[in-house]
């Protein structure tokens, strides 16, 4: 595969030839647009009209609440440089009180939020991601059939759901519906390819620690069953090598199956059923396809769940639509513009990678909290599935074991962020006044408390604007 940076990125109108067949895009809200001029334009309000009357907190108020928390104490005064932290209010985007803010400190998984923000500015809420099957003809009466990823890692290993996200489009049903064209073709055997070169460069980062049978996600991949889940019913916990390998291996054997399937009164093919990658040939058709969830859902489960896998997909489709590779370094140019655009400061913004793995990605409260101001407001449609999708205290997803009780269960909704030496939070509250407020806490150090307490601090500091008059 090429490295990353060489050779130079497509251009815009070619990674749209790239990604031809491969994702449905939207424009102005609307389904199933081709990808080109997007027209951006907010379509409609997201969020519930906001109290204008309910107080705003006193600046001295936050402060204080701060304060008495250990952030301050452990990580203010000669220690600025492990903490971040901003409070803004929804409705003005106003900034009530901030400690370090403008400092960009390694954010974990809360930059998910951002890369959710880049993606549904760029593609709309409405895009899907197409996994297809392309059959071409050789010589002798034998021809291939080609698996192209496009960016899909939530298939199903058979029937897909469409009740749920994780699952929705099955490489069964890609099998069924790719064999029964298969056998009306009149070939007699036929190989089988896979194409997921949309995404280039180095897989994983070197402080990822990767390895296979890891517990948080798989390799950056464009293609993955169930994520890229190890065992045999893709159903472990762990994660696998190569999953669009794997995957292509899958739809392999379906294929075969169902290409000699005698319950369809149609001729029989012999599908050979090792794998080799290679390009969609430039003389073939397709014959199948199946499509994702709609990236607004996407983007819900990957931030519900903090999903690694999932998210370095969507930051890669997003750099292959603004004109950048597929790559880590793509991402992090796509991302970095696209924030830009919206108007949002990025100075001492870093994107190593778009999951949070990384360490050497830097974001500050700051950004987070203006990010969280366009999403939760009435004014970008598109940005509203970041603000819907965030976890709710004591529900869902990475907070379904934190805030479970007044003032916050079922009020306070937030991404979580934890690596080694780094603790963080970014999400809404709404006051016992009634004011809706965003924030964001980064911490980058080992305080006395350790990582456990640290995250207790910024529980306590988080429900303790939730309780404000």
Request: hydrophobic letters at 45%; proline letters at 5%.
């Amino acid at each position: 595969m090429p490295s990353v940076g060489s050779p130079a990125p497509p251009s815009f109108s070619q990674s749209a030839a790239l990604l031809a067949g491969r994702i449905a895009f939207s424009s102005a809200g609307e389904s199933g647009g081709r990808f080109g001029a997007a027209n951006w334009t907010a379509s409609g309000v997201v969020a519930e009209p906001l109290d204008q009357a309910a107080a705003i907190p006193a600046t001295s108020a936050v402060q204080a609440l701060a304060e008495q928390s250990i952030l301050i104490a452990e990580l203010g005064d000669g220690a600025t440089a492990g903490l971040s932290l901003s409070v803004r209010d929804l409705l003005t985007g106003e900034e009530i009180y901030g400690a370090g803010s403008g400092q960009a400190l390694t954010p974990a998984s809360t930059i998910k939020v951002l890369t959710a923000a880049a993606a549904l500015t760029t593609l709309g809420p409405e895009a899907v991601f197409t996994t297809s099957a392309s059959l071409s003809r050789g010589a002798g009466g034998g021809g291939t059939v080609t698996l192209v990823a496009g960016g899909d890692t939530t298939l199903a290993p058979d029937a897909g759901d469409p009740s749920q996200v994780m699952g929705r489009a099955g490489l069964g049903d890609l099998a069924r519906a790719a064999a029964i064209e298969l056998r009306r073709s009149g070939l007699v055997e036929v190989n089988v390819a896979l194409d997921d070169t949309i995404f280039t460069g180095p897989s994983t980062r070197a402080d990822w620690g990767w390895s296979s049978g890891t517990t948080w996600g798989a390799p950056a991949t464009p293609l993955a069953v169930l994520d890229g889940r190890a065992g045999p019913a893709f159903d472990g916990v762990n994660y696998v090598l190569d999953p669009a390998l794997v995957a292509a291996q899958q739809f392999a054997a379906l294929l075969a199956q169902y290409a000699k399937d005698p319950a369809t009164p149609l001729p029989p093919v012999s599908v050979v059923t090792t794998v080799q990658r290679a390009g969609e040939p430039a003389r073939s058709r397709r014959i199948a396809a199946v499509d994702s969830a709609p990236l607004g859902e996407l983007v819900g489960y990957m931030l519900r769940n903090s999903d690694n896998t999932l998210a370095e997909a969507i930051g890669r489709v997003v750099a292959l639509a603004r004109g950048q590779q597929g790559s880590f370094a793509g991402c992090a140019a796509a991302v970095t513009a696209s924030l830009t655009e919206l108007g949002l400061a990025t100075a001492g913004l870093r994107v190593d990678d778009c999951s949070g793995l990384s360490h050497d990605s830097r974001v500050s409260a700051g950004m987070l909290t203006g990010t969280l101001v366009m999403a939760g407001g009435a004014e970008s449609a598109r940005l509203g599935d970041v603000a819907r999708s965030l976890p709710v205290g004591g529900l869902q997803g990475t907070l379904a074991e934190r805030f479970a009780e007044a003032p916050g269960a079922g009020n306070i909704r937030a991404k979580t962020g934890t690596l080694t030496g780094v603790t963080s939070l970014a999400g809404m509250v709404q006051t016992s006044g009634g004011r809706q407020l965003v924030f964001a806490v980064l911490v980058n150090a080992d305080p006395p408390v350790g990582a456990s307490g640290a995250r207790l601090a910024m529980d306590r500091f988080v429900e303790g604007l939730a309780g404000l008059d």
